[in-house]
């Protein structure tokens, strides 16, 4: 869909909801933020590591990032707003609460 397609369907919207419209709108919506689901799959894998003992430093993050997929450590300390050590040091205190 491209987007006059998709203009087309907000503006019509309210005319006529369709359940075609209504899945062609949420399809467009989500496939911005399918990159927040492999960041999700970053923090998950990171949370493994920590469980394990074995935080990689950011050196080693980012070959494991590239070889599997996921966020660079650059990139989750800008979008947590923390460098990397306090990135593991939170991720430690929320493993901690979930398990008292």
Do not use: H
């Not at 491209?2 to 467009?28: S, W």
């Not at 998950?44 to 450590?73: C, H, M, Q, T």
């Not at 990135?87 to 929320?94: G, L, N, Q, T």
């Amino acid at each position: 869909m491209d987007k006059e397609e998709l203009r087309y369907l907000l503006l019509n919207f309210t005319k006529e909801v369709t359940d075609e419209k209504l899945n062609l709108i949420l399809e467009k919506y989500y496939s911005r933020r399918r990159n927040f689901l492999n960041y999700s799959e970053t923090l998950k894998k990171l949370g493994r590591l920590v469980i394990e003992d074995r935080f990689p430093n950011s050196k080693k993050w980012n070959l494991i990032a590239k070889k599997e997929g996921y966020y660079s450590s650059n990139s989750i300390q800008y979008l947590e707003g923390l460098n990397w050590k306090q990135v593991k040091e939170k991720m430690v205190k929320e493993i901690k609460n979930i398990l008292k």
